[in-house]
């Protein structure tokens, strides 16, 4: 390829991911910022629970109507309207001086990250070709989840003084990165297929797009069926893991120290105990390799989750005893002691092994679901379904989300803080069993169905009217 398309493929592919990373990052800022938002605005802690629950209810159904108008015309415009949506509603929110009107700008930003995480997800299966999907989409999640541990980690350091500065450094961030998207180029729908390069070589277009019709068949496809209950079991198991951040402050609050000093600490240690999400890459690279041998994702996704239930487990039990804090020293002062936890503080050293291990397994599982369910689609169907996709794992996460915060509730009077966050992050683990065992049911046909999509792009290359 020559090198100036490559190069502007390389600064979209970029573009594309950053404002990935940036969408979760709208998302991530509230967690950890609760205790101190509660209080400013007079709510409860599970209040903000509600938000957050909500707000992913708003991104799933946003993203079907995005994903789905997607598959239908340009990409590109839907993109640029939708990080201006998002981005205009983050500025607004900092306005905010009670909590319906913290609510109401929260679930308009809502409405436009659902166009990132549906559209993108579209753009990027284009821009890659087939066999490097499994990677191209670990850097996907790797960049959502750097964008979330980058809104946890701002919302845990300038968000201690005064919680709306995130909120405006993530929407500056975010509407420089629009202006840069308007210099991207919308790659062809389908140019990644191996079966339409002889379409893509005559000059000529896939211009299939969706039907309302296509839906019904796409939800009666068995491997979509496998794929999209796993997603919400899923994240009904994994989505209690918002109350991380509050667990770790909690674990700080235990050793004597202020919510304040806290909020910092904790969310610095969160940011450390994440690093192991990196691995994605591997396990998207890694998820390529046992495709093209025969052992398929599935199995990858299902040893990662298996693996790592019973890590984080072992991860919320772990206390943070013997901190050594400067108590209301500056940010500096207090990310050098964290980082000298980190290599002489036996528990902190023993807290960062486990959860390394955990994210490590856990991590194989995005990539590796988003490579199947995008093999087994047509591409004017990919947006449409990761909508769908979204919904299926929003109302999985507002659900463990509402939960959990009633879990930790109830358990308040029975437990002390942070037991009470142990025990109830602990118990959700147990809904893993069900999503691996729809990873043992779709083993018996994804195979069919990627083979059916195969088939279907070449028949349609081979000249029975690959225009539509």
Request: glycine letters at 8%; hydrophobic letters at 55%; a positive charge.
């Amino acid at each position: 390829m020559p090198l100036k398309p490559a190069l502007k493929q390389f600064f979209a592919f970029t573009v594309f991911i950053i404002l990935a990373s940036l969408d979760n990052a709208a998302a991530g800022v509230l967690p950890p910022l609760y205790a101190i938002i509660a209080r400013d605005l007079q709510a409860s802690d599970a209040a903000l629970g509600s938000v957050t629950a909500v707000y992913i209810l708003i991104v799933a159904v946003a993203a079907v109507f995005w994903g789905y108008r997607g598959d239908q015309t340009s990409r590109k415009p839907l993109l640029f309207w939708g990080t201006l949506v998002w981005v205009s509603a983050m500025l607004l929110t900092t306005l905010a001086q009670s909590f319906p009107l913290f609510l109401l700008f929260q679930m308009v930003t809502a409405v436009g990250v659902g166009g990132i995480s549906s559209l993108g997800f579209s753009v990027i299966s284009d821009l890659v070709p087939a066999h490097r999907r499994g990677l191209a989409l670990s850097l996907w999640s790797v960049s959502q989840g750097i964008g979330a541990s980058l809104g946890a980690l701002l919302a845990g350091t300038v968000g201690a003084f005064d919680w709306r500065y995130p909120f405006w450094i993530v929407a500056g961030v975010g509407l420089l990165f629009a202006i840069l998207f308007l210099f991207t180029s919308e790659p062809r729908r389908g140019q990644a297929e191996p079966q339409l390069q002889p379409v893509f070589a005559q000059g000529k277009t896939y211009d299939y797009r969706i039907s309302r019709a296509d839906i019904a068949l796409m939800l009666r496809q068995n491997s979509n069926r496998w794929l999209l209950w796993q997603s919400f079991f899923y994240s009904l198991a994994f989505g209690s893991t918002v109350w991380i951040p509050r667990w770790a402050v909690a674990r700080v609050q235990a050793e004597g120290y202020t919510l304040e000093t806290a909020t910092i600490v904790g969310n610095l240690i969160i940011a450390v105990l994440s690093l192991g999400g990196f691995t994605a890459v591997l396990s998207g690279h890694l998820g390529d390799r046992w495709q093209q041998i025969g052992r398929g994702r599935a199995r990858l996704a299902a040893l990662g989750l298996l693996v790592a239930a019973p890590m984080y487990v072992w991860l919320y039990f772990i206390p943070f005893r013997n901190l050594a804090l400067p108590e209301g020293g500056s940010f500096l002062e207090l990310a050098t002691a964290v980082l000298l936890a980190f290599v002489s503080n036996g528990w902190v050293i023993l807290a960062f092994v486990v959860a390394f291990t955990a994210v490590t397994f856990q991590s194989a599982d995005p990539p590796n679901w988003a490579a199947m369910i995008t093999d087994v689609n047509l591409p004017e169907h990919r947006g449409t379904i990761i909508g769908i996709s979204r919904l299926f794992r929003a109302v999985g996460n507002a659900i463990s989300v509402w939960l959990a915060g009633w879990l930790f509730a109830s358990l308040t009077g029975r437990l002390p803080e942070p037991e009470n966050y142990a025990v109830g992050l602990a118990l959700f683990q147990i809904l893993v069993l069900p999503a691996l065992l729809c990873y043992l049911v779709l083993q018996k046909y994804i195979a069919h169905d990627r083979a059916q999509v195969a088939q279907q792009l070449t028949a349609r290359a081979q000249g029975q009217n690959p225009a539509g």
